[in-house]
């Protein structure tokens, strides 16, 4: 018989070793002025951002992650501009999620509301709730040290692990 290595005592029960990190993995935070024009900007920014870190998300989810940076980007602009004259917008990458939030200074939670049929807004937070339960995410509100919120959403990247991602 020949002897091969040591097997550590308590092999089998400890936890397999964390996968080393992803070269696209990282938080990237970037801040704008509350004024109408952020919302393509910040999209641009964050395309350009997944883009450069060849995080491998389809057609569909960049247009579901698009689609969240408007919309919440939109709301910080027309509800918080008055106490928050910018917006912060931070993109967070992990192996299994990416993390899109919006901070402000508004101190009041945002409420998704049916809008009127003849309405042609109000349904911003409706379609993000949407767009992250369809594609398993997590969306929620956090409150800042300053009295601002931090409004966000994660979705999972394909092939993502089940549990959660961290919250801030």
Known sequence: MEILGRVPSGAGHAPPPAPPPVAYEGTWRFTAPALDSSVPQSRHAVRDLLDHQRVPVDDELVESLLLIVSELVTNAVRHAALL???????????RDWVRIAVEDNHPYRPVALMADQGGTGGRGLLLVTAITEAAGGVYDVDHTASGGKIVWAALPLPGAATSPPPSR
């Open 84 to 94: 928050s004259p910018e917006i912060a917008v931070e993109v967070s990458l992990s």
